[in-house]
């Protein structure tokens, strides 16, 4: 008895609802608008019963093989964080090449007026680095692609969100430093959730958000003299290096090639090609169905063996 083949049909059947219906979602089509609940029972139970696109010609024509990678930058944003985030743009376009796409990058400070140069595109899906949570919300009542979250939280099981393992960077600082009570100097995120969660370890006082002003962050490290803190970012760090005492801080960093550094700087490092790797893979999953969507969507990658 030959295996049966898995058509729309059958999912359709499974999920109770139409063949057009099975169609839109499985080509990502705007000419209906489906709800995410619907878009995404179709989706897991296209990954339960291993269905697979009938020819992969017919699939590959289908696509455009366009990516958008969209960087978020707010006025006050320093050179260090524009880095960072090029810098993680630069991997991704370089692995999507890898895989057969082409990269639009998109540098905004406002997201949702970039929505007609999405549909333009005709993309096949995209990564959103860094959004606000409101920039966020319009987003996905427009785009019916597979979206990424980098570095930033979606909100909606429908997504993937891939970000630092926050929690884990900061019990392990600890242990580095021998310390159980840190200071934090960060960038200013877009993300309001991500900036949030950094109340959950430490208290408002402890925490400086660059934003330039380099005169505050020396006041701030002044006044927490004789502690020890935590870095995000490598530029920052090495800021913050050369205003506090070296061997009291561990930086975070993302950038591949930390040579510049110090040889005695503690680092934590999540290199972005790391981040990229993870993303384009979990990218390829979706398209191909191989990719399952869960309540807690959302991979935390933690640092890298030294």
Known sequence: MKNHRVTMRDIAK??????????????????????????????????????????????????????????????????GKKAMYYDLAAELSHQLMQAGYETVLIVTKDLPGETDILKKHRLDAVFLIDIDDRSAKKLLKNCYVPILFLNCTAGDPFFCEIRPNFPSLFARSKTMLDSEHLFLVTEDFCCQKQMEQFTDYFLPRDIYINTGYVAGMAAFLQNHEGQKGIVLGDMLGMQVQSLFSRKDIVVVSSLENTEWMPHDMNLLRIPNRTVASVAVKILKDMISFGYRSGSNNCILLDSEPA
């Open 14 to 79: 499974a999920c109770g609802i139409s063949v057009a219906t099975v169609s839109y979602v499985l080509n990502h089509s705007e000419k209906e608008k489906i709800t995410h609940e619907t878009q995404l029972k179709v989706l897991e139970t296209a990954a339960r019963l291993h269905y697979e696109p009938r020819t992969p010609k017919t699939s590959k024509k289908a696509r455009s093989g366009l990516v958008a990678v969209i960087i978020t930058i707010k006025e006050n944003n320093t050179f």
